[in-house]
């Protein structure tokens, strides 16, 4: 019992000490020291300070940027020489060419369209918008593996002879229309001219005679028999 005693009287020695009039701090003091301003002074923002840049190859934005922040020029030395599209950023020799969600087909089907018939649909955009030769009748835009209607030269008759037996009259493939014209022959001026022309050119070349050449060699010693 002793012990217990003992031992509740030095627990309670050991808690917190009691607030005393010595270190109290008024409230009046406190409120001289932290003073509240509820319109204090603040300095204007600079016109480039507002402006938070951006690294040039960031792949995303978390944040709506202004348009000054987005289209500033790259900091660092430059190029004085440098024309304004050559100034500009390529991922390519001739330029910067966009990513776009298109499958391979569909970029080569454009693309030969393009070239063969001078028009092709833009791929930056959903609508059927379209680039390049803008006929009258719209049911002309068609692609390279649609049909289109015969043309008259696709009409022309061919000669024809696909008898593999016949060693030298078959044509297969390779023969020629029946109105075609390989060779054109001038006429009337034309022809006098042309022949007015080569008379000229005739006469100022000179002839070369072609002379037979025969080989010869001579013999030193007395008899060509003798090889003794």
């Not at 008024?26 to 507002?50: I, Q, R």
């Not at 776009?100 to 918008?129: C, K, N």
């Amino acid at each position: 019992m002793l012990n217990l005693k003992e031992y509740g009287s030095s627990s309670e020695e050991e808690g917190p000490p009691e607030p005393t009039t010595e270190n109290a701090i008024s409230v009046h003091e406190l409120s001289k020291k932290f003073s509240v301003n509820a319109a204090p002074e603040v300095l204007p923002p600079g016109p480039d300070t507002s402006i938070q840049f951006l690294d040039v190859g960031t792949k995303e934005i978390t944040r709506n940027m202004k348009y000054e922040e987005l289209f500033t020029p790259v900091a660092g030395p430059e190029n004085p020489f440098l024309t304004q599209q050559q100034k500009a950023p390529k991922n390519m020799m001739t330029g910067f060419v966009e990513k776009a969600h298109i499958s391979d087909f569909m970029f080569e089907t454009q693309r030969r369209t393009f070239h063969s018939f001078g028009y092709a649909l833009d791929p930056t955009v959903d609508s059927t918008e379209i680039i390049g030769r803008k006929p009258d009748d719209t049911n002309e835009f068609k692609t390279v593996f649609e049909s289109l209607p015969k043309r008259l030269a696709d009409k022309r008759k061919r000669h024809k002879n696909d008898n593999p037996e016949d060693i030298e009259g078959y044509l297969g493939p390779w023969g020629c229309y029946v109105d075609e014209q390989k060779i054109a022959k001038p006429e009337g001026e034309d022809a006098a001219a042309i022949e007015e022309f080569l008379a000229k050119k005739h006469k100022r070349g000179k002839k070369l005679e072609d002379k037979s050449f025969k080989e010869k060699s001579i013999l030193h010693i007395k008899d060509p028999v003798d090889y003794q």
